[in-house]
């Protein structure tokens, strides 16, 4: 009993204080790890220092896994401006197939690795006959700036607003915090063959996209 006593005290008389370690009211957000640099990014979600994130309920409209596109369905179509500041329309890639990746931002570590990926890879893609697009909410300057910067030779399309990200019904990522990484297989006419979402493994869309590709 006195061991007990003794082990108590130290307990309470310590300058660690351990009745405040855990907090059960503390909100999940604020257990992130904050960054003292002024434009943290994390795959593809851009943070000031001064910022914060709320995760809503998950019952919230916005964290949905099923998309609006799906296998063997035509997607909704589209015209967006490219890097150069050009309208582009969907229907313009029939007659060959298409590799369309939406992806969260541009220059996040996540997003510039898929983007060099689908660069190393741009040959085995012309040599399968395929066109790959990129698409993100990012402006045309932006991605003007990111495709020279790491020399990316296909086209980058701007979705400011994610109008077509919400038509196509592109999932959401990290409670509906983050835009998802989906990638789609078109064959030449324009019909979906293949969805991926992986948004930690940038990587895998372009090994995966590719088996595809080989296969029709």
Known sequence: M?????????????SFPITKTLNTKT???QCLISSS?????????KLSSSSSVTFPSTSSKKFSIS???NKGSVPPAFTLKDQDNKPVSLSKFKGKPVVLYFYPADETPGCTKQACAFRDSYEKFKKAGAQVVGISGDSPDSHKAFAKK??????????????????????????GTLPGRQT??????????????????????IDETLKILQSL
């Open 27 to 29: 909100p999940f957000s």
């Open 2 to 14: 006195a061991s007990l006593t003794l082990l108590n005290h130290s307990l309470s008389s310590s």
């Open 184 to 205: 789609y297989v078109l064959d030449k006419n324009l019909t979906v063959q293949y969805i991926y979402n992986n948004q930690f493994q940038p990587e895998k869309h």
């Open 67 to 69: 998309a609006k596109v």
């Open 37 to 45: 640099s002024s434009n943290s990014q994390f795959y593809g979600l």
């Open 150 to 175: 790491f020399r990316l030779p296909y086209t980058l399309l701007s979705d400011e607003g994610n109008k077509i990200r919400k038509e196509w019904g592109v999932p959401s990522d990290l409670f």
